[in-house]
């Protein structure tokens, strides 16, 4: 997935918003196989388990234990046809959680090759709070950053000022 870039910006934005929310202490079970991301969790220190690569539209055991005391999930949920079911099935107390904000300039990503690596949703920021909201979360931090691209053009202008990423600090009402 990382073989022609590697999205360091996006994973220093992510880990200093982990950081600031959850301590090294703290179980965190993280949606999704191991990935660069979950490796860098480790390294700096967090206790970390990932998924095994099940369908989580489906399947729900891994988020139904109280073994946890975080579930995290960066990239995961615009994949999920339904992320509601699983959203409401998570026992931790705490959720830190990115998704890619939908751009009105650019269609939803999907991968001709890799049936696992397209987007169902890309959401607004009011769509992914509102899912948060009905599944019983309460936000407590988010932030929103821009991802811009080394190209030239008018979308890639749009890219340096349009909000890409948006991170989410949760806890269970």
Request: proline letters at 6%.
């Amino acid at each position: 997935m990382y073989e022609q870039s590697f999205p360091e910006e996006r994973f220093q934005k992510t880990l200093e918003f982990l950081e600031n929310h959850i301590s090294r202490d703290e179980r965190i079970l993280d949606l999704g196989v191991p990935n660069p991301f979950s490796k860098i969790m480790e390294k700096e220190g967090f206790e970390v388990t990932n998924t095994s690569g099940e369908d989580l539209d489906d399947h729900f055991e891994a988020v139904q234990t109280t073994s946890y005391d975080c579930v995290t999930a960066f990239e995961i949920f615009e994949h999920l046809l339904a992320p509601y079911n699983i959203l409401k099935e998570i026992k931790a107390a705490k959720l830190v959680v990115s998704v890619p904000l939908k751009l009105w300039f650019a269609p939803a990503y999907r991968s001709k090759t890799d049936p696992w690596d397209r987007h169902y949703h890309e959401f607004e920021k009011w769509q992914f709070d509102w899912l948060l909201e009905k599944t019983g979360w309460q936000i407590r931090d988010s932030i929103q950053w821009a991802h811009p691209v080394n190209k030239i053009g008018l979308r890639p202008i749009l890219r340096k000022f349009t909000p890409r990423y948006y991170a989410v600090y949760a806890e269970r009402i």
